[in-house]
């Protein structure tokens, strides 16, 4: 919290994001409150007390303006209005006030009630727009967002990235069809690379938010545009499985591996193994085998996969690499061996209860 330097209001941010003016005397609000899309950490008034500025926890800072009472007659109310938003109302129609026509309107506001509009000269529309654009994502606002951006666009028709950020809102609204038309122009002007990248940042920006579904919205459009992608595919599996969809999170991760030339991923080992898909799994450290990324301990479990598949022929020869690894020569002892060179000679049997892979690896030392 924070008080004006004269000591007559107050402002507090809150953890859910709020904001409130507080007017000590009467110990009311001022207003509505404000609000940012994260906790607010910080606030602090001008100096000239006509505003204050606030910060949330991911570094978003805001500038509010104090209210104040209005004075003046309803049409000098409607002039003070249209100077403030920069936008006036025709035919029913809201529309944005050129430069020139605020300038205008200012200079008449000044001459009922000079001082009484402090701000400067506005910036020029298309600035304008893009800053509006920018607050509208920021707080969720898509129809606020699709508003400035298709105004961007007829003041910058060829710019890609307007198209790209109209084509976002779009996509979120759940309007694919005005989404797909968007991208598609932004392919046009700026190439598919382009597109991938903007898909990629966007399901970023959206995944460190755990907005898991619309994060799953664009995966799926990167996923088109790079086919062979295995980690947009693993990201999938992940966001499906945030949403509780197993079944989708499964076959993703499965398409990510047959993508992936070099990595094996744990996280689907260890799901195959809970659902004792022995087959599937044997597969799959057969893949990473081809490309040279097991580790001594992979190696260990890879024998207890094929045990447990009951494959013989592959059991022996995955035995007779870890007995050339570790020197061991009955062959009987050796997995005990390797076990003791991994995890050190005391296992407890409340660990292995724990752990599905020790549990596994215990069952194979049984037999």
Not at 35 to 47: E, I, L, M
Not at 105 to 121: L, N
Not at 132 to 156: K, M
Not at 339 to 351: E, H, N, P, V
Request: aromatic residues 10%; hydrophobic residues 40%; glycine residues 6%.
């Amino acid at each position: 919290m924070a008080f004006s330097p004269d000591s007559s209001m107050l402002v507090s941010g809150y953890l859910d994001g709020s904001v409130r003016l507080w007017d000590l005397e009467t110990g009311k609000s001022l207003g509505p409150p404000v609000a940012h899309r994260s906790a607010v950490w910080g606030v602090a008034f001008a100096p000239d007390g006509l505003s204050y500025i606030t910060t949330d926890k991911d570094n978003v800072t805001r500038r509010w303006l104090v209210p104040s009472f209005a004075n003046g007659t309803p049409e000098q109310l409607r002039l003070q209005l249209e100077v403030w938003s920069q936008s006036e109302k025709t035919e029913g129609t809201l529309r944005t006030i050129s430069s020139d026509a605020w300038l205008a309107k200012k200079a008449t506001v000044d001459a009922f009630d000079p001082g009484s509009i402090s701000i400067g000269t506005p910036t020029d529309d298309r600035t304008w727009h893009h800053s509006r654009l920018i607050d509208a994502e920021q707080t969720e606002n898509w129809f606020g967002a699709l508003w400035h951006a298709r105004h961007l666009i007829d003041l910058d028709p060829d710019n890609h990235y307007h198209h790209a950020r109209k084509g976002s809102a779009h996509l979120v609204r759940g309007e694919s069809a005005e989404a797909a038309a968007s991208f598609a122009r932004v392919a046009e002007l700026a190439g598919h690379q382009r597109l991938a990248d903007w898909y990629a940042n966007c399901a970023y920006t959206l995944r460190t938010r755990e907005d898991w579904a619309n994060e799953l919205k664009f995966l799926e459009l990167l996923s088109d545009v790079e086919p062979e992608n295995w980690q947009c595919f693993a990201d999938q599996a992940e966001a499906y499985a945030e949403l509780g969809d197993f079944t989708n999170s499964q076959q993703t991760y499965i398409k990510a591996l047959s993508f992936c030339d070099e990595v094996f991923i744990p996280h689907y080992a260890d799901q195959l193994a809970a659902d004792e898909k022995w087959r599937d799994l044997q597969e799959e450290y057969a893949r990473a085998e081809k490309a040279a990324w097991l580790s001594l301990k992979d190696w260990l479990r890879y024998s207890i996969v094929v045990r447990k598949a009951g494959d013989t022929s592959e059991y022996q020869r995955i035995c007779a690499h870890l007995k050339s690894r570790v020197g061991q020569s009955p062959l009987p002892e050796k997995v005990a061996h390797v076990l003791d060179r991994i995890y050190g000679k005391r296992r407890s049997a409340q660990s292995a209860e724990g752990d599905l892979w020790l549990r596994l690896e215990a069952e194979v030392l049984k037999r």
